[in-house]
């Protein structure tokens, strides 16, 4: 079973993640992607990364790349980009919707080296409602 450690020490650990830091935007890069009225929305941000809403309720929000960044001492690497997500609308049934702001999937050879193994999967991600 996976083992989630809570305190993320960069040093410590090597982060699995291609683009992890978020340095990589082919579709997307210098572009701010607005999503509203629409009840399902499925898209790109960063390269590995996904944004995916879904259920009947109209949702408002919008996705771009930010130089809003933590500090080294924070991520112990000096970031240049992070992910900024807006969300501009409530949504009414949160049982019946859901909004992902930030989707990231393993391929299946990258997942091939950590099976089974202790591993850290990190990003930083600015949103505007926690």
């Known amino acids: 079973m ?3 450690t809570p305190i993320h ?4 650990l090597k982060n699995y993640a291609i ?3 978020l ?3 082919q579709e997307k890069v210098g572009n ?3 999503v509203s009225a629409q009840a399902t929305h499925s898209g790109y941000m960063a390269d590995m990364f996904a944004v995916n809403a879904s259920g009947a309720t109209s949702k408002s929000f919008t996705y771009a790349r930010s130089t809003d960044v933590p500090t080294f001492q924070q991520a112990g690497f000096a970031a240049t980009y992070s992910g900024l997500f807006t ?4 949504i009414s049934l949160v049982a019946a919707d ?3 702001p930030f989707q990231y999937v393993m391929e299946g ?3 091939a080296k950590l099976h089974g193994k202790a591993v850290t999967v990190g990003f930083w991600f600015k949103a505007s409602i926690a």
Do not use: V
Not at 9 to 12: H, I, K, L, Q, V
Not at 87 to 90: L, P, Q
């Open 98 to 100: 859901l909004i992902q």
């Open 2 to 4: 996976p083992r989630i």
């Open 23 to 25: 340095d990589f935007w």
């Open 9 to 12: 020490t960069p040093a410590e």
């Open 109 to 111: 050879l990258d997942y």
């Open 32 to 34: 701010t992607t607005t």
């Open 87 to 90: 969300n501009t609308t409530g």
């Open 19 to 21: 683009n992890g830091a």
